[in-house]
């Protein structure tokens, strides 16, 4: 089953279906971000330091949206990565991708490029420790912002990292997107 087939399906359920559904994929997703088993990470791998803090959500007026775009962004993990392109058959690049998830999940057009994005209206949010489920993540390379993603929770963002690649799931604080971290926006609030 593709993930665009998952969020169709998970999109057809009753509001308490998908609500149960929605809690069980985070869930899951939480229990796949590290192994409790491991005093450390196997070589290779990382586990973020969030991963144990309780999960942030934006303001309770926005919650449901936040679950829309949280489905949204899960469900195209493994999408392709192509310079310029904003849409799953097409594959996508870092602001596309963010854009396609907010627009259609939640009917918020964003600015086309990562550095626009940083420079719209929007709470920033300095501190790791206080983001929350779908605020836009920014990353600044030479003191220019040059990536965006979106967090999703428990100390992990999905974005379209890199040409040649798909679309995925990465820890924030890992060692590379941890020194590379600008801010986060809160977009929802």
Same mark, same amino acid.
């Not at 679950?67 to 899960?74: T, Y």
């Not at 195209?76 to 058959?89: A, F, I, K, M, Q």
């Given at each position: 089953?593709?993930?665009?087939?998952?969020?169709?399906?998970?999109?057809? %359920?009753?509001?308490?279906?998908?609500?149960?559904?929605?809690?069980?994929?985070?869930?899951?997703?939480? +229990?796949?971000?590290?192994?409790?088993?491991?005093?450390?990470?196997?070589?290779?791998?990382?586990?973020?330091?969030?991963?144990?803090?309780?999960?942030? +959500?934006?303001?309770?007026?926005?919650?449901?949206?936040?679950?829309?775009?949280?489905?949204?962004?899960?469900?195209?993990?493994?999408?392709?990565?192509?310079?310029?392109?904003?849409?799953?058959?097409?594959?996508?690049?870092?602001?596309?991708?963010?854009?396609?998830?907010?627009?259609?999940?939640?009917?918020?057009? %964003?600015?086309?490029?990562?550095?626009?994005?940083?420079?719209?209206?929007?709470?920033?949010?300095?501190?790791?420790?206080?983001? +929350?489920?779908?605020?836009?993540?920014?990353? +600044?390379?030479?003191?220019?912002?040059?990536?965006?993603?979106?967090?999703?929770?428990?100390?992990?963002?999905?974005?379209?990292?890199?040409?040649?690649?798909?679309?995925?799931?990465?820890?924030?604080?890992?060692?590379?997107?941890?020194?590379?971290?600008?801010?986060?926006?809160?977009?929802?609030?």
């Amino acid at each position: 089953m593709s993930p665009q087939s998952v969020v169709r399906f998970a999109q057809s %359920l009753p509001r308490l279906a998908y609500a149960a559904w929605l809690l069980a994929a985070i869930a899951l997703l939480s +229990a796949c971000a590290g192994s409790p088993h491991r005093r450390q990470p196997a070589a290779g791998t990382s586990h973020s330091a969030l991963a144990d803090l309780p999960p942030r +959500a934006p303001s309770a007026a926005s919650a449901g949206e936040a679950n829309d775009i949280l489905f949204r962004a899960i469900g195209l993990v493994g999408t392709p990565y192509r310079w310029g392109g904003n849409t799953p058959s097409g594959g996508f690049d870092c602001s596309g991708l963010v854009d396609y998830i907010y627009r259609t999940a939640a009917g918020i057009r %964003l600015p086309r490029t990562s550095s626009d994005m940083a420079t719209m209206d929007g709470r920033k949010v300095r501190q790791m420790t206080q983001l +929350a489920s779908g605020d836009l993540v920014f990353f +600044a390379i030479g003191g220019a912002i040059s990536h965006v993603g979106v967090y999703v929770g428990k100390g992990r963002f999905v974005h379209a990292p890199n040409s040649g690649g798909t679309v995925r799931l990465d820890d924030i604080d890992g060692p590379y997107w941890g020194s590379h971290f600008a801010y986060g926006k809160r977009v929802l609030d």
